[in-house]
């Protein structure tokens, strides 16, 4: 998976709504589009995102409904897309027969946050075997054994969270993303992308300044989109993407 930079992700539960809002998202400049598959016991999920998903439950989503999702939205987006779960779904419908489904979906890769990669095993066999790129998690109490192992197994970018805690709008950005960054960076030269409390154009704009290769944005977007529908998301992504390419070409 090739992702651009500076990379904007933006994230959304599979749900009802969910292609609409992702093709508007793209519209506004989102270069990837991240897909919830949601879970009953969502660990890393803050308020915003644990609400989406039981919304989508409620509604009636599974696994493969999510990857007819999938599907539909390939057949309208050329961007990566790159599904988000759990271990316990992945599990229960198979290793390798949910990389198999997902590729055959047009998936490029996908994100299990509770299934670190030197445990992924089978998972990231699947992965490969189907030409799924597993996207790693770090964070800033990530030690340098456990970025050298992720990044060894690595593909498409690499997660980086700005916070250790859960999914939430946040007011500004971490101190702790630049010091990660520089960490990370030795390990790998995919793109290094910041989520977990990326809620404006203005925190966008820190990452790029810290040293990330973009954002990952979730719980704001999905806000946006509850508030104002696809139009509202679109331009709050238009703001965004503003802000990430001013600060891609500003003077060092």
Do not use: W
Not at 7 to 33: K, N, S
Not at 150 to 162: D, I, N, P, R, T
């Amino acid at each position: 998976m090739r992702v651009a930079r500076p990379a904007q992700v933006i994230y959304l539960m599979a749900d009802t709504d969910t292609v609409d809002l992702a093709v508007a998202a793209v519209r506004g400049g989102a270069t990837a589009i991240e897909i919830g598959i949601p879970f009953s016991d969502p660990l890393a999920d803050g308020p915003t995102v644990q609400r989406a998903g039981q919304r989508a439950l409620r509604n009636g989503m599974t696994a493969t409904l999510a990857l007819e999702l999938i599907a539909e939205l390939r057949s309208r987006v050329d961007v990566p897309l790159v599904p988000m779960t759990y271990a316990g779904p992945v599990l229960a419908y198979g290793e390798r027969r949910f990389c198999a489904d997902l590729a055959a979906a047009g998936a490029d890769g996908m994100i299990v946050p509770d299934v670190p990669h030197d445990e992924a095993g089978e998972l990231l066999e699947g992965c490969r075997e189907h030409g799924l790129d597993l996207v790693p998690l770090l964070a800033p109490t990530s030690t340098d054994e456990r970025i050298g192992l992720a990044c060894a197994g690595a593909g498409g970018f690499v997660y980086l969270v700005s916070v250790a805690g859960i999914t939430g709008s946040r007011a500004g950005l971490s101190d702790r993303v630049a010091p990660l960054v520089a960490r990370v960076r030795p390990y790998t030269e995919l793109p290094l992308l910041v989520g977990f409390g990326i809620a404006s154009p203005e925190a966008a704009r820190a990452a790029m300044a810290a040293g990330a290769d973009g954002v990952i944005i979730g719980s704001k977007a999905i806000e946006v989109a509850e508030e104002g529908g696809s139009e509202a998301l679109e331009e709050f992504v238009a703001a965004v993407a503003g802000a990430l390419n001013d600060a891609s070409i500003a003077p060092e």
